[in-house]
């Protein structure tokens, strides 16, 4: 746990430090590596028999929740997008 936290906070330090350069190349690669993330965890849940055997019993709740979380994700992720984003209408003035 404090192994995220610490490299979330390094990476958070850099970042503001390197806040005035361009990376142009870095959103593709998170992009990718995100799309990497979510298949490999699916394999992994997908790998595991006792998940698998589980799965029946679950249920809808368990399908409930994990689509609720997902939309709620993306859509506190859209807004936070939004709040953040600077209006390019406004700039232009």
């Known amino acids: ?3 995220v936290l ?3 906070l390094v990476g958070i330090i850099a ?5 005035k350069k361009q990376f142009k190349i870095i959103q593709k690669v998170l ?3 995100i799309w990497l ?3 490999l965890l699916g394999a992994e849940i997908g790998s595991n ?3 698998v055997r589980q799965t029946g019993k679950l249920g809808f709740d368990a399908l409930l929740i994990g689509v609720a ?7 506190a992720a859209g807004l936070l997008w939004k709040w953040i984003k600077p209006d ?4 232009e003035k």
């Open 6 to 8: 610490g490299c979330m």
């Open 1 to 3: 746990m404090f192994t």
């Open 49 to 51: 028999p006792i998940v």
């Open 88 to 91: 390019k209408s406004t700039n």
């Open 69 to 75: 979380g997902t939309l709620g994700s993306i859509i």
């Open 31 to 33: 992009f990718v590596l």
């Open 37 to 39: 993330l979510l298949f």
């Open 15 to 19: 970042g503001f430090i390197l806040r």
